[in-house]
């Protein structure tokens, strides 16, 4: 690198550890224009007694170089609710930040862009839910933690992809209103017929007993529905031998076409315990990176799907929450008490 300015070089000395961290994802030119920002926010986080929630889909420099909580939706939403800080700025979608303000109504929560939104999140309203509820009465109603506040508080319980299956039968119910992601349903319907098949052998005077049917709606997300079996099976045919990793809201014939299929905290995990030499996660991009930097031994294969809603998040944003205490996530009391109840019944199953 040529002669650099005296408060990059200063940052770069100072982010040296970090850096050595994510050296394997970030070129040394990259990280030299990330290390003033590294180094404010770090100092940031110390003035403001904040902390920062990052989810797996945040690029490398912020999920390893300032994230204090990583994780999935589950994962941070479980975080959020034992937080002892002042402020906390969430690295993630809205619904994200609602989450952790919905756990923390005393504590200032920051979403660095408020036009990080979901597909999901905006494929249904309150009043799509409270439709709902009037066709099919008495009916529960399971929300994907991926949906507006205003949603949540028409539900019974959220779930998140890491759960939903174990949310669905805790009620113990023989049908379920589950919403939005009309995949994630289809997949947790096959998962719930298949444990029915299990536990009910073909022979034998027994009734048998009936999965629990969902009745879904038609949201999805706009990364996860493109992928298609025909990919999987030219990355296949490309990478001999690779094992292929898929989130559930990828429609029902990729995850069947998959080895594996979960939350993107049940995919790390899968990678770590199993260290395949090659794996292709069908998910967004920079968890391949995130997951690379913990993982050197497997070699990713990268078909690039961005969520044009997670890049929104940029360490120059989370600087600038931090500086200027921006953008604050405001719940009105009414719409906050009924989806506190809906996150908090979701966090109490286990
Ligand atoms: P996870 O809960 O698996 O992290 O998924 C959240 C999400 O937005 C996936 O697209
Ligand atoms: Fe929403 Fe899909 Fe982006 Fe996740 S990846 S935040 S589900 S649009």
Same mark, same amino acid.
């Given at each position: ?14 982010? %040296?550890?970090?850096?050595? =961290?994510?050296? &394997?994802?970030?070129?040394?030119? *990259?990280? @030299?224009?990330?290390?003033? +920002? !590294? ?25 390893? %170089?300032?994230?204090?909580? =990583?994780?999935? &939706?589950?994962?941070?939403?479980? *975080?959020? @609710?034992?937080?002892?800080? +002042? !402020? ?263």
């Amino acid at each position: 690198m040529g002669i650099l300015p005296p408060q990059t070089a200063a940052a770069l000395q100072r982010t %040296a550890a970090l850096y050595d =961290r994510v050296k &394997s994802v970030i070129p040394e030119m *990259e990280w @030299a224009g990330f290390a003033e +920002d !590294v180094d404010a926010i770090l100092r940031l986080k110390a003035e403001r007694n904040a902390v920062i929630l990052a989810h797996n889909y945040m690029r490398p420099e912020i999920f390893h %170089a300032v994230a204090d909580v =990583r994780g999935d &939706s589950l994962a941070l939403a479980r *975080e959020a @609710a034992k937080i002892d800080a +002042d !402020v906390i700025v969430v690295a993630g979608v809205h619904f994200m930040a609602e989450t952790a303000k919905l756990l923390n109504p005393g504590r200032t929560v920051l979403i660095p862009d408020t036009e990080a939104g979901c597909s999901l999140a905006e494929s249904i309203t309150a009043a799509d839910v409270r439709a709902l509820r009037a066709r099919h009465p008495g009916v529960p109603v399971v929300t994907y933690v991926n949906t507006s506040a205003a949603v949540k508080a028409e539900s019974d319980i959220c779930c998140t992809s890491g759960n939903a299956k174990k949310i669905v039968e805790s009620l113990g119910v023989p049908e379920v209103i589950m919403l939005p992601d009309e995949y994630l349903a289809q997949n947790v319907q096959r998962e719930l017929n298949a444990a029915v098949a299990v536990a009910t052998p073909p022979k034998g005077g027994a009734e048998p007993s009936r999965p629990i049917k969902l009745i879904t709606w038609q949201g999805h997300c706009e990364v996860h529905e493109r992928f298609s079996p025909a990919d999987i099976a030219l990355f296949r045919e490309q990478n001999p031998g690779v094992i292929v990793l898929a989130h559930p809201e990828c429609p029902p014939d990729v995850v069947a076409s998959a080895d594996y299929a979960g939350s993107t905290a049940g995919m790390i995990d899968w990678v770590g315990a199993h260290k395949p030499a090659r794996a292709l996660l069908l998910t967004e991009c920079s968890m391949s990176d995130n997951v690379a930097v913990e993982q050197p031994e497997t070699e990713f294969v990268r078909p690039c799907q961005l969520c044009p809603h997670m890049k929104r998040i940029s360490l120059a944003n989370i600087r600038a929450a931090l500086e200027n205490m921006e953008h604050e996530v405001v719940i009105p009391a009414d719409v906050a008490a009924p989806a506190r109840r809906a996150v908090e019944r979701m966090i109490a199953v286990r």
